[in-house]
């Protein structure tokens, strides 16, 4: 069975500094991953996906993620970061079972406060 | 296009109440979720439909059922609320890999 670890629950940090969300996963298939964002008092919003290809994955506001098999990881990576990046963030996992429909494992969450 | 939207957005029920909270997508996706999010501990599935007419169990389906009404509809139903059942309730549908979600039930049960 698929699992998903984030490693911090929360992170603070100041603003332009940059950050790392940590994400293990464990599967014994091959998996596809993904980050979501969930803004205050929102549902979650998909930041970023790996699917297959190259193994460094952005979004459009700045963000990237590296899979990388050997370590069985996902982390998410800003070099700079705002204070409108304040919100939680979700690693999830779901494997590549051949199948048409995909269940999501996720994470506990990853709390990122922006300070000034 | 609207996304994913549910009703109500907030709600509170007694113990032993019953509700159906609902859920519809506007994209024309064939698989539809509902989770629940409690604090620290993530999203976690509750029941889940691969397409029309068809329902399964997620991680922590005791206590709700669900019905898949038509392709774009999807409800959640507490028959007997327990204060256990106090959460946030989201839906989700997808097509293919990505899931969309809806803004959130805000559920507390006392």
């Known amino acids: 069975a698929q699992s998903v670890t984030q490693l911090d629950s929360q992170v603070p940090v100041f603003e332009e500094a940059p950050v790392e969300l940590r994400c293990n996963y464990s599967?014994?298939?091959?998996?596809?991953l993904f980050w979501y964002v969930q803004y205050p008092n929102q549902g979650l919003q998909l930041l970023l996906k790996y699917l297959s290809g190259s193994t460094l994955v952005e979004s459009i506001n700045g963000f990237e993620a590296e899979f990388n098999k050997s370590q069985t990881s996902f982390h998410l990576r800003k070099p700079s970061v705002h204070i409108s990046d304040t919100a939680e963030y979700f690693c999830a996992v779901t494997e590549n079972s051949g199948g048409s429909n995909y269940k999501l494992t996720f994470g506990k969450g990853t709390l990122l406060t922006v300070n000034p | 296009n609207a996304g994913v939207t549910q009703t109500p957005k907030f709600q509170v029920l007694k113990t032993g109440q019953s509700m159906t909270l609902q859920c519809a997508q506007d994209m024309n996706h064939n698989s539809m979720y509902w989770y629940r999010q409690d604090p620290g501990m993530g999203l976690r599935l509750i029941y889940y439909s691969a397409s029309e007419g068809t329902t399964d169990k997620g991680e922590v389906p005791n206590g709700y059922n669900v019905s898949r009404l038509n392709k774009r509809e999807f409800s959640l139903r507490l028959e007997s609320a327990a204060p256990s059942q106090t959460s946030v309730y989201f839906c989700?549908?997808?097509?293919?890999?990505?899931?969309?979600f809806g803004p959130g039930t805000r559920l507390t049960v006392t």
């Open positions: 599967s014994s298939v091959s998996v596809y």
């Open positions: 989700a549908s997808s097509e293919y890999l990505a899931q969309y």
